[in-house]
């Protein structure tokens, strides 16, 4: 890759000019070229945002400019913030991250409020989370309902150390970590309520492309995307207590497809959640 701009003629820029150099490179790829650079460079030197605002002539030191530089240069490749910096906020916690994870979207902030409508402050349930990723899910649950306990499965186990340093991290006790696919590593279990957010994109959607950067197998669902979601629906009320809950995140064209599954598979009082922009996200089923 080519690159310009003066940090490479100058190993020692002043902040204000590492951000402008940044800005310039980064006016392509993203949408936000300053806040992205201001983030990167305030996480490069470890400071506050507002430290740059107030430091503008301050001199880098040549190794800061350089770690700058590559953070720059990843982004301007199209590399998500998240996995630059390693933290995505999610349900105002900051999560760590990493490209074995899917990055947290505010769209699941709809799953977890609807599942809290469904679990009293004073439950002292046991939910699964399946397919945990980077937590986002349990943990969120575990944190507003710690009478609770979480049990979340993922099939990497390089996710479920993610997800278990999270758990550490914030000093969220109420979570146990399963390596598994989907109900598998929880037979024999019942659980109050069960939530996922599994891949829904089908193999050849374009927005995959959009996405390369993060894990395949977190996103594509097959031919029609929905071959996660049709496992399942025909599993998870085996892990369910009778008149259990199952909360179930999906793409925003797929509530007939996904509604006609549960029916097929017998879910009772199935419903469609719309997310804070309107779209179709979320379905909820009370075991069969
Ligand atoms: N909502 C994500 C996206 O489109 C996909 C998440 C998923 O497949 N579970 O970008």
Known sequence: MVREGPLSLNEKPSIDA???SAVSQLQDSSESPRLDAELLLARTLDVQRSYLFAHP???MDSAAAERFDNAVVQRADGMPMAYITGIKE???MPLIVSPVTLIPRPDTETLIEQALGRIPRNAEWEIADL???SGAIALALAKERPLCQLTATDRSEDALAIAAQNARELGIPNIEFVAG???EPLAGRAFDVVV???PYIASDDPHLMSLRFEPLDALDAGDDGLDAIRNLASTAATILKPSGSFLLEHGDAQEEPVAAILQDNGWQDIGLIRDIEGR?????AIRP
């Open 280 to 284: 179709p996200r979320v379905t909820a």
């Open 181 to 183: 696919n989907w109900t």
């Open 131 to 133: 397919g945990t990723g």
């Open 57 to 59: 002539n301050d001199e």
């Open 196 to 198: 996922s957010n599994p």
């Open 90 to 92: 999610f349900w105002s």
């Open 18 to 20: 590492a951000i402008a």
